[in-house]
Each structure stands twice: as C-alpha cells, then as structure tokens.
C-alpha cells in the first residue's frame, strides 16, 4: 500500500524557514517524479515545485524560486522541501505529490499525480 506523509509544517514568522518532508512506504520515491503543492483557504491548490525522477531535475513555481529549495534525502525515501525567507502568502497546506510518469510541460498540474499525503499546515504570521 503507497502512503505518503508529509510533516514539517508548523507557525513561523515572515522571514523564517521550514523544512517540508515527505516520506513514503509502499513505493521506492527515486523512482518518481515528485512534487509539493500547496493550497491556501479559498484558493485553487498551486504547484509549488517538482523533482524528476530520470535526473533529478528541478522545477518552482515563480512565486518560491530562490527561497525554496527541493531535495532528496540520501539514504531516506523521503523528500525535501526546504522554505526560506517565508512570507504570509505562503500559508498554506502543503501536499507532496508522486508519479512515475510526469511530463515537464505537466508538472503543475494535480491530475497527473496519482499519489498524495495528507498535507501539513505552514502558517506564515507575526
């Protein structure tokens, strides 16, 4: 059985950091394209950004590139998402996303992800 967990997630104050993970049983993340998204109440859930699984390429939504940074653990099945220099338009909950076949004019979107964590909250406030 695929699960995905994200954790991580938490209260900070702008400026700061946080570090997403997304750990995964039931399936081998190497071997996937895997992507956080987030959603912030009323709003439709955004791509945040992806790491592909062919040669670990990267790619961020405009709206993070620079403060955030995506990775893979070493010797975990876990992603990364590490937050920098957060803002309050950051808020949000954060979901980790995963598929084997993800095309790069794609990544952005949900619906060719078939696997998905539970989310964690990122609030961003004073």
């Known amino acids: 059985q695929v699960q995905l967990v994200e954790s991580g997630g938490g209260l900070v104050q702008p400026g700061g950091s946080l570090r997403l993970s997304c750990a995964a049983s039931?399936?081998?993340?190497?071997?996937?394209?895997v992507a956080w998204f987030r959603q912030a109440p009323g709003k439709a859930r955004e791509a945040v950004s992806c790491?592909?699984?062919?040669?670990?390429?990267?790619i961020y939504a405009d709206s993070v590139k620079g403060r955030f940074t995506i990775s893979r653990g070493n010797t975990t099945n876990t992603v990364y998402l590490q937050m920098n220099e957060l803002a309050p338009e950051d808020t949000a909950i954060y979901y980790c996303?995963?598929?084997?076949?993800?095309?790069?004019?794609?990544?952005?979107?949900?619906?060719?992800?078939?696997?998905w964590g539970q989310g964690t909250q990122v609030a961003v406030s004073t």
């Open positions: 996303a995963a598929d084997r076949y993800v095309r790069s004019a794609s990544w952005f979107l949900s619906s060719v992800y078939d696997d």
């Open positions: 039931g399936l081998t993340l190497e071997n996937y394209n």
């Open positions: 790491i592909y699984n062919s040669n670990s390429g990267k």
